[in-house]
C-alpha cells in the first residue's frame, strides 16, 4: 500500500511542477486583465551607490501598455513620478515643477540606480534571454504560499543585475516581493508589493501633470 | 543673382534641423516701434542653440541680433539642470550678455544668472533681459525641509542696487501658503510676501502679494490649455499674459511707457 502511494506521488510530482516560463505566463494574465495599483515598499540603490528607503505607488492600464510610478519615499524623490508610455516617458520633478520628455528608447528614468519600467515584466526578461530561470520552488512569503523564482543574468554588466528573486503569491498569481541583486551580491531593489487592488484608471487619469508644469522635451 | 540665392539658401540651411521657429511682433513706447522677432531654436542632443533677430521700426538703427548656447545635464538622484549663455549687439552699439545656470538636485534646486547690458534700453518680453544698465545677477534657491514645508530664497543685485527675499511655503494637501519678507537696497525697506495656490476645477490658481516699500499683487492662472498671468503694482504698474497653443501675448504698462509682445512658435521637428 506505501509502494503505491510512493509511485502515485512519484508519478504525480512532474504534473504539479510549473516552469517559471508558465507561472510568469500566469502572473502576466493577471497583471494584464485590468488596471491595477499596487504600493511597493523597501530598499533601491540610487546611481551614487547608496541604499535608501523606497516607497513607490505603482498604477498600471495594461490595456495602453502606461505605467505610473509615484515615489513617496526616498525625500529626494518623494513626489516626483515617472509616467511610462509606449512612445515616451515623463520625469515630472515636483521641486522645479517640471515634465522632463524622454522618448521611449532614450529615456532615463531619473534618480534611480535600477530600470524599474522592467521590473514588471518577468516574462520578457527570459525571452530576452537577459534572465536564465530557475524552476520555481514553493515557499511560504508571510504566512501565504508562495511561489520562488530565482534568475540569473549571463551578462550583468548588460542587463545592470547579476540576479534577480521572485515571490509570487500561488493563489493570485501576483508579485509579492522581487529583489534584484548585483554582480558582488548586493542589492540594486528590493520591494515589497503590498496594497494591490485593481482600478478603473483611464489614459487621462495616468498620463496627467499639474496643468502649471513647465515642459521640457527631450529628442 | 545666383550668389542671392546662395546666400539665401544658406541662412535656411539652420531650418533643417530647426526645432522651433518663433515669429514675433513687439511694440513698444512712449511713441511708436515696432519689432517684427524671429527666433530659431536648435535642438542637438544636450545641447539647444538658439539664434535670435528683431528689428525696430522705423528707427532700423537699433536692429538687433542675438546668439545663444545652453547644455543639459542630468545630476543624481531627481537631478537635472542646465547652463548656457547668451548674447545680443544691436546696430546702435548697445549689447547684452548673460551666462546662467540652474540644477536641482534632490531636496535642492537653484539658478543663477549674470549679466551685463551696455547702452539699451530694457525690453521686458523677448528675452527677458536685465531690467537694469551694467551689471547684474539673479539667484534663486529652493530648499525642501520635508513634504510640507520648502525654503525659497532669491537675490537680485544691479549696479546701485538690490533686491533679497526669503519666504517658507507651506503644503497642507494639495494647496500651498507662503508666508516670508524682502528687502529693497536695505533691510529698512522691507516687504511681506504673502502667497496662496490651490488646485481648482482642473486648473491651478496662485496669488502672491507683496506689500511694504513693495507692493506688488501676481496671479497665475494654468488649466490644460491656457497659461495666464496678470501683476499688478504700485508705483502704477500692470502686466498681463497669456499662452495657448502655439500663440502667447504679453502685455505692460508703466510711468515710462507700454510694451506688447505677441508670438507665434512654429513646430519644426527637422523640415
Redesign the interface.
Known sequence: MRRGLALLVLLGLPALAVSAEALFDQVAQVLDQSPWEARLQGRIV???GDAQEADLIVKTLPEKQIVRIEFQK???????YVVITPDKVYNY?F??N?V?VYPRAKA?I??LGFDLSRMGDLRKLGEEGEVVWDAPREVRFQKRPAWHVVGRAPDPEASGFARVEVWIDREEKRPLRTAFYDAEGQPLSDLEWTAFRTARFTADDLVAF???AEW?E?? | MKKLWFSFLLLLAPLAAA?SLEFGVWAGGPGLSVGPTVNLNL?K?DWTFDAYLRAYLPNTDEISFGLGARR?F?A?????GEVGARGFIGMDAHYWVEGFGSV?L????LDLSVGHTYNRTPSHFWPLQGETLGTYARLDG?F?I??HL?LLARGYFHRGGGQAEAALAWRVNRQTFTLGAGGVDRASNAYAVLGYRTPYD???V?GRLRLGTLNEFRL?Y???SY?AHLTLAYPARAQAGVAWDAWALDAEVDQAGYEFYLRYTLPLEGL
Request: no cysteine; proline share 11%.
Open positions: 540610487t546611481p551614487g526616498p525625500d529626494a524623490l518623494a513626489d516626483n520633478l521641486l522645479t517640471q522632463v532615463r531619473e534618480g499639474p496643468p502649471d521640457i527631450k529628442k | 526645432q535642438p542632443g543639459a542630468e543624481g538622484p531627481a537631478g537635472r536641482a534632490g531636496k535642492a534646486a529652493k525642501r520635508d513634504r520648502t482642473g486648473a491651478v496662485e497665475d494654468a488649466d490644460r497659461k
